[in-house]
């Protein structure tokens, strides 16, 4: 089955920045375009990036640009997300997320939070 565990949240300063890790296992990775979300508390779940299947190409909400960059590498089935000169309002629960067959398939998540 379907399997996505993210890590390598944690709590940084403002301006710091922190790699995200999502590691997926069963189903065919590289056929799949993959997306990270984030959901901060009392909001709802947003997209924050998405990358296609074999990585040419990207896509970011406006509020991480510049600042985020996903990528993945097929050999590993692994999708990252850089964050650099993080924010406060960066601080949420960050998912990693695939779609297949129509079903949405969702990792435990990985906090992030952003203070000093």
């Known amino acids: 089955q379907v399997q996505l565990v993210e890590s390598g949240g944690g709590l940084v300063q403002p301006g710091g920045s922190l790699r995200l890790s999502c590691a997926a296992s069963g189903f065919s990775f590289s056929s799949y375009p993959m997306t990270w979300h984030r959901q901060a508390p009392g909001k709802e779940r947003e997209l924050v990036a998405i990358i296609t299947s074999a990585g040419g190409m990207t896509n970011y909400a406006d509020s991480v640009k510049g600042r985020f960059t996903i990528s993945r590498d097929n050999a590993k089935n692994t999708v990252y997300l850089q964050m650099n000169s993080l924010k406060p309002e960066d601080t949420a629960v960050y998912y990693c997320?695939?779609?297949?067959?129509?079903?949405?398939?969702w990792g435990q998540g990985t906090q992030v939070t952003v203070s000093s």
């Open positions: 997320n695939t779609v297949k067959g129509g079903q949405y398939y």
